[in-house]
């Protein structure tokens, strides 16, 4: 199986530096600080691409957990909100709300659920998130 990689690289104290973090496929470079991570300052943050991860991770198994099912997906959208809060001297990834919504002929509400909740807890970005309380809104649409 293969690794994936990313690289960051932070210049300057904290708070007041800057950094930039890419993905090894060239796929995306950005920028960070510590304004667009606590605050709403410019540019992205580990948790918005934790976010993009989880989103991208949980759309797949739950397409592939669908069609394993015998429900082809025509589309399916998931964002998610990742919550940072204070933490004593630190800060701590708090909670992680998934919303999808699928398009997918035939299947009942009830099993759309369940398969939406074994997809949420088996794809390998909610499982390395495993501490964190993570919540699932899914809607058929």
Not at 11 to 34: D, V
């Amino acid at each position: 199986m293969p690794t994936r990689t990313a690289d960051a690289v932070w210049s300057g104290p904290m708070p007041g530096g800057e950094g930039t973090m890419k993905m090894a496929s060239g796929a995306w470079e950005g920028p960070y600080s510590f304004s667009s991570r606590f605050e709403e300052g410019q540019g992205t943050n580990p948790e918005e691409l934790i976010g993009a991860a989880h989103a991208g991770c949980f759309s797949m198994a739950f397409a592939g957990n669908l069609g394993r099912a015998g429900h082809e997906p025509q589309r399916v959208e998931t964002n998610a909100r990742v919550h940072i809060d204070k933490d004593g001297d630190g800060f701590t990834i708090t909670r992680i709300e998934l919303a999808t919504t699928a398009t997918v002929p035939g299947i009942d509400d009830e099993e759309f659920q369940r398969i939406a909740q074994a997809s949420k807890e088996g794809c390998p970005v909610s499982r390395a998130l495993a501490g964190v309380d993570i919540q699932l809104e899914a809607k058929l649409g």
